[in-house]
């Protein structure tokens, strides 16, 4: 939905009590009074994504903490009055200036004094997740709450935040939508003379047009096909685009914290046929994933696959395609056990080969993302799978 105060893509009341009750039942199977809930804007905004998940509101600037009580009402510490002001506007919990240092922000302080009035000084509080916390303040949590267990709970956020609910769908089929003008712009903007430089902005401000936020994670990268030896670089250069040229692509649109992947390959003129030879493999290791994207099934079973297939068509030392979708480190490439598929995940296909003599291209060719459903897996672009020539 789009907010009624704030015209920025948010969720429902009803979405954040799901989340928190959800929450709340794995903090209460692993006996955690309390969460400690860490962010930052890092890897394209996504470490930010378990603040955003639990408050509904993506922080900007320094990072931010939430402490989110088994019982009692959770408080998110911000930075200033400014970030206070808007983060009212769409947060489900209430939100706190915290004090101030001379070093900064006395999160620290704020945080075990919450605690401290929680009845939990003594009590066992989930980090989520060690990754974006920052040592020292993780020091003085351990220095100011001297009787308290501290454990590592970002297992708790991986398993809430992995199977999507009907609303964040919508969330993650807008950002496919927002991949799918991204890939049009760059077609409609690539000829020669061009470079990478135009192709990354075209992309970004059809993904912005579309809904989508600023500052993605875009792959895109040019160059003659007998020259290319590995996956493409961020963002392009400043090389000129020239006549015979492949564009080779991974972008990763956000719409309202959600992302999915789109991969397109782009040739200026009649693609070579040693590329066309890799790209049909990688479109037959792509069917074999999207044939396997069901319930009950597994990562590694699929990867095992793609192995055995790939192995009859040449000398590969690594063959892979399947990817948790989201960019953020809390649950990218992390699936329970051997990544079985539920419904409500999405995954991204997209099929990577490298050879073991170290020649040739090693990475991706095209991909997209997928949502899992009970049957057929719901593909998150509508664009077609080809070679877009221009």
């Keep these: 939905m789009i907010g009624q105060q704030w015209q920025i893509p948010i969720f429902s009341k009803e979405e954040g009590e799901r989340r928190h009750r959800k929450i709340r039942e794995g903090m209460a199977s692993r006996g955690i009074d309390c969460l400690i809930i860490s962010g930052h804007l890092g890897m394209y905004r996504s470490q930010a994504a378990d603040l ?8 900007w600037g320094d990072g931010e903490h939430v402490v989110f009580p088994l019982k009692g009402e959770p408080v998110r510490f911000t930075w200033s009055s400014s970030k206070e002001f808007w983060a009212k506007k769409v947060s489900w919990i209430p939100v706190k200036i915290s004090a101030k240092t001379k070093e900064g922000r006395d999160y620290a302080g704020d945080i075990s004094a919450k605690l401290k009035e929680l009845g939990l000084e003594r009590g066992t509080l989930g980090i989520v ?61 690539a000829r020669p003379g061009v470079d990478d430089y135009a192709l990354t902005a075209e992309c970004e401000a059809a993904m912005i047009r579309s809904g989508g936020e600023s500052g993605n994670f875009l792959l895109i990268d040019s160059g003659p096909w007998a020259e290319r030896r590995i996956s493409m670089r961020e963002g392009g250069t400043y090389r000129k685009l020239q006549q015979g040229d492949i564009i080779l692509t991974e972008l990763t649109p956000n719409y309202g914290g959600y992302t999915v992947q789109v991969l397109r390959p782009i040739s200026l003129g009649k693609p070579p046929d040693d590329f066309m030879r890799l790209y049909d493999l990688h479109c037959e290791l792509y069917e074999i994933v999207r044939r396997e994207l069901r319930p009950g099934n597994t990562k590694d079973a699929i990867t095992a696959q793609l192995g055995e297939f790939a192995s009859k068509k040449g000398d590969f030392s690594w ?26 995940m999405v995954i ?26 009970e049957g057929e897996p719901e593909c998150t672009s509508k664009l077609p799978h080809q070679v877009f020539v221009v």
């Excluded at 955003?52 to 922080?59: A, D, G, I, L």
């Excluded at 993780?138 to 708790?156: G, T, V």
């Excluded at 395609?321 to 409500?344: C, I, N, T």
């Excluded at 991204?348 to 993302?369: A, E, M």
Aim: hydrophobic share 30%; glycine share 8%.
């Design 52 to 59: 955003r998940y639990v408050c509904n509101y993506c922080t």
């Design 129 to 189: 997740n060690t990754h974006n916390m920052p040592v020292d303040l993780y020091l003085k949590l351990r220095e100011n709450l001297p009787h308290a267990k501290f454990e590592s709970a970002r297992d708790i956020l991986i398993e809430c935040r992995i199977i999507r609910s009907a609303e964040e769908l919508e969330f993650v089929r807008k950002s496919g939508e927002c991949g799918d003008r991204a890939i049009e712009a760059i077609v409609r903007t």
């Design 319 to 344: 063959v892979w395609a399947l990817q948790d979708v989201d960019m953020s480190e809390v649950s990218r490439g992390v699936l329970p056990g051997e990544g079985e598929l539920k419904p409500g």
């Design 348 to 373: 991204t296909n997209h099929p990577s080969t490298t050879y073991r003599s170290g020649q040739g291209h090693s990475g991706h060719l095209f991909g997209d993302s997928y949502i899992i459903t």
